[in-house]
DNA sequence: ATAGGGTTAG
């Protein structure tokens, strides 16, 4: 007996108690149906709330008592249609207490986000009164809300008090136990075993959960178990032929994915977005694209997953053009996303448009975000870091309401690699006292900052708290490391991390054969090259920027030559102006700088910046005035404030002894506001500038230190130790006798403590400095009687030394 | 009365 409306049930008279009983619970009934299936309790459509307590109303008008299971429908129905207030009320004036109505209690707490409320609650319910569903409601809350854990506890308390679990406990417990981070494949195995002793196997739900947990599991023979689980299955439905995909893409097994994908009937809208998405994380943006156009050929909707994964392909893949037709076409077609639903589809946009370099464009579109989230703010973070915008990522990084680790490592390896390392390891120390765990990456960069700083102890320390973390087999950790020890000095401990990473890559590779090439074995690093190419490791075009820069060290000219020419015929590999920029510089360090004027003339592009500054210093060394100051002209025309310039062209001028010129261009660097510090390459004494270079043997203190050179010379390779490099003579003072020496390796400098000078004045080691191996750090060598400001260059800032205290406070 | 899948920041 269907009731027509509601209002022919307010009409009917209080007179038959039967009667009015069954209707009301055929209308409640009705108001069940007409909800919609997900709890969603705040979406939820009001006119049934105001039937609902319409109808409550009109029954405690109408005198009449109902039973229990009336009043628990009620519970039932405030509970889903979102009135938890009306629904606590009537539950707690119920006695005794029913276990269908908790449940239904602790769902809408649970479904609201209120764990605690709703574990209060289920704590209340004395044992008589629970039932397995009254368990399962609690488990699948806690499950719901990523608590594996405590999920895992109730289901225990649920065995100890003797209840049996059924499928929708098993489906629950699995889905929780997916969340738990850290998830042993025995706890897999143990949990299966629970499920074939329980009968529920076959029951679809609960193997879609067990091989999403498989999948879920960092052991690598999960796949198979997950397979296994799949083929045992007599029904499976479009869910689990999902998890099958969704778990091969976790997996990063996209062929395997898209076999499951192509053998799979009736694919509605979450499969093609699971593949997208798995494409765009293997970096197979066009397929993920591809695929994109299928669905949307077939007619499949569009959602806002499918928004998000496409445009993230386009930002990775660099079809910013695509990606803003995309952005165009959502505009344009303007499908009604609430605000929540919209936030990924924000928030791939800022990184869509931080990375074709409208950042402003993306910190519009940040600034329109009505409830940003994490993800919002480490999205315009690191599109300010990626573009070197260093002081707004800093304001965003202040004003961010939740940093999380990656904002840290973010604006940490900001710092790093935008040459302010000091303020890295600042920040990751205030990181580490505020208690914020560092992702492997984020040591990666603090250990890199030592290595520009040169502080060897430091990177000690950091690569044995990072063991403690557990990332000893990390790569990105552990080829910083490498780089590191390398750039402090310590060959042996940057060897010893070679050897003893579990995968060494490319990058690895690179790193070893760079840091023997800095440190003088430049035979040995192009014998680490070949040993790479023997081991099948294909060289990409920095390992061939590696391999010259190591020949460049070991003045290996015809190498250089000969890999610069294997790197086109042999691995297709089209030279980039960095790679022309350094055969030039090899050339020129060899003094071959004619020849490597026919090398720029066989370029198929103009040269550029880098190209003429190899120039520059190829004559700045073998003193070809017409080109270098030619090179400098050209620079000065590309880039007028590159520091560099100005002070490779007064080293020119001064190796002939042009004073007055190295002063013009002095001048002229304090017109164009070309902020550099009169550093070590020259020093005023007297009013006048003083600018030596050991190549240029016209001036009797450089011969002098020459001598010195020599002598020093025999006694390190008497200690074992190759000078590997033409030392650089930066600063010399006759009158004061003062010394400034440019070289490569710590332990020479350790050596030359011992030297004295061929005229007598003593040579005094005032630092151990540990110097980074890109040579361009200064060690600063000085007699007795020096005490006037010492100024060190380093590779990216310069460090003023006064009465024995240095400027960044690091060195002494 | 209770359950299972997909998205974004490096």
Redesign the pocket.
């Known amino acids: 007996m269907p009731p027509s409306s509601l209002s022919t049930l307010l009409s009917l008279q209080p007179l038959d108690v039967h009667k009015l009983a069954n209707r009301f619970a055929a209308h409640l009934?009705l108001l069940?149906a007409a909800l919609p299936k997900a709890?969603a309790a705040a979406s939820l459509p009001s006119p049934i709330l105001l039937r609902l307590r319409a109808l409550h109303a009109h029954i405690l008008a109408s005198g009449f008592k109902p039973r229990a299971h009336i009043l628990n429908r009620l519970v039932?129905l405030y509970a889903?249609a979102g009135d938890l207030p009306s629904a606590r009320l009537l539950f707690d004036a119920a006695a005794p207490a029913d276990?269908?109505a908790a449940?239904?209690l602790v769902?809408a707490y649970a479904?609201t986000g209120r764990l605690p409320l709703a574990r209060r609650l289920f704590d209340c319910i004395p044992l008589p009164s629970r039932?397995?569903?009254?368990y399962?409601?609690m488990i699948?809350g806690y499950?719901?809300a990523g608590d594996g854990p405590l999920a895992l506890a109730i289901f225990r308390d649920m065995l100890r008090d003797d209840f049996r679990p059924?499928?929708?406990?098993f489906?629950?417990v699995?889905?929780a136990a997916?969340t738990i981070i850290v998830l042993e494949l025995d706890h897999c195995g143990q949990l299966h075993c629970a499920v074939v002793k329980s009968g529920t196997e076959q029951?679809?739900?609960?193997?879609?959960?067990l091989i999403?947990l498989y999948f879920k599991c960092d052991s690598p023979e999960i796949a198979v178990i997950a397979r296994e689980v799949f083929d045992r299955m007599v029904k499976r439905?479009?869910?689990?032929w999902?998890?099958m995909v969704?778990g091969y893409?976790?997996k990063r097994d996209i062929n395997e994915a898209r076999q499951v994908f192509d053998k799979m009937e009736g694919r509605?809208?979450?499969?093609w977005?699971?593949m997208?998405?798995?494409y765009?994380?293997c970096g197979l943006f066009s397929e993920a694209l591809e695929m994109f156009r299928r669905m949307n050929s077939i007619g499949i909707s569009l959602?806002?997953?499918?928004y998000?994964?496409v445009?993230?392909a386009c930002?990775?893949a660099g079809l910013f053009i695509h990606g803003k037709a995309v952005h165009a076409h959502i505009i344009r077609s303007g499908p009604d996303f609430n605000p929540e639903?919209a936030?990924?589809?924000?928030?791939?946009l800022?990184?869509l448009y931080?990375?074709c370099g409208k950042t402003n464009v993306a910190k519009r579109i940040f600034d329109d975000i009505k409830r940003k989230?994490?993800?919002?703010?480490?999205?315009i973070?690191?599109?300010y870091?990626?573009c070197g915008r260093i002081d707004d990522a800093l304001a965003i990084f202040q004003i961010m309401p939740h940093k999380?680790?990656?904002?840290w490592?973010?604006m940490i390896?900001g710092f790093v690699h935008n040459g302010l390392a000091e303020e890295g390891l600042k920040l990751f120390s205030r990181m580490r006292a505020e208690g914020t765990k560092p992702?492997d990456?984020t040591y990666a960069s603090t250990i890199a900052a030592c290595g520009e700083l040169g502080t060897l102890e430091h990177g000690r320390q950091l690569h044995a708290q990072l063991i403690q973390f557990g990332y000893e087999s990390s790569n990105s950790a552990g080829n910083a490391l490498l780089t590191m020890y390398a750039k402090c000095g310590a060959l042996e401990e940057a060897r010893l991390m070679f050897l003893v990473m579990p995968n060494v890559d490319s990058v690895s590779w690179n790193a070893m054969i760079a840091a023997l090439g800095h440190h003088g074995h430049g035979r040995e690093a192009i014998e680490l090259f070949d040993c790479m190419i023997g081991e099948g490791i294909f060289p990409d075009r920095i390992s061939f920027l590696t391999v010259l820069s190591a020949c460049n060290h070991a003045g290996l000219v015809d190498e250089g030559f000969r890999y610069f020419e294997s790197m086109k015929h042999d691995y297709g590999i089209i030279p980039g102006e960095d790679h022309y920029a350094r055969l030039i510089d090899l050339l020129g360090r060899a003094g071959r700088i004619g020849e490597g004027r026919d090398v720029i003339k066989s370029m198929p592009f103009e040269p550029g910046p880098s190209i003429w500054e190899a120039v520059l210093s190829g004559c700045r060394m073998h003193g070809d005035m017409d080109l270098g100051i030619y090179a400098a002209e050209q620079l000065f025309k590309m880039i007028p404030q590159h520091d560099g310039t100005y002070v490779l062209l007064s080293n020119i001028y001064a190796a002939v002894g042009w004073w007055e010129d190295v002063a013009r261009v002095r001048k002229l660097m304090k017109d164009r506001g070309v902020k550099k510090e009169p550093g070590c390459s020259w020093i005023e004494v007297a009013n006048k500038v003083h600018v030596f270079l050991v190549n240029d043997a016209r001036h009797p203190e450089v011969q002098e230190v020459y001598k010195f050179l020599e002598i020093l010379g025999v006694k390190m390779r008497k200690l074992g130790y190759v000078p590997d490099t033409k030392f650089v003579l930066h600063d010399v003072d006759p009158g004061k006798k003062e010394y400034a020496l440019s070289t490569h390796s710590e332990k020479l400098a350790v050596g030359y403590g011992l030297m004295k000078l061929p005229s007598g004045a003593t040579v005094r080691v005032l630092k151990n400095l540990r110097i980074c191996g890109d040579c361009h750090a200064a060690i600063m060598f000085m007699s007795k009687a020096a005490d006037r400001e010492i100024i060190v260059r380093d590779v990216k800032r310069f460090h003023h030394f006064n009465n024995g205290e240095c400027s960044c406070g690091n060195y002494w």
Request: no cysteine; aromatic share 8%.
């Open positions: 009934q069940a709890s039932d889903k276990a269908a449940t239904s769902n479904a039932d397995t569903v009254f399962n409601s699948s499950a719901r059924d499928d929708y406990t489906t629950g699995l889905s997916a029951v679809i739900s609960v193997s879609n959960a999403a439905d479009e869910l689990t999902t998890t969704v893409v976790r509605f809208d979450v499969v977005n699971a997208i998405s798995g765009v994380h959602d806002e997953f499918t998000t994964s445009l993230s930002a990775n639903s936030l990924p589809i924000e928030n791939v800022v990184t931080s990375k989230d994490p993800v919002s703010w480490n999205a973070l690191t599109g870091v990626n999380n680790e990656l904002a490592m973010v390896s992702y990456y």
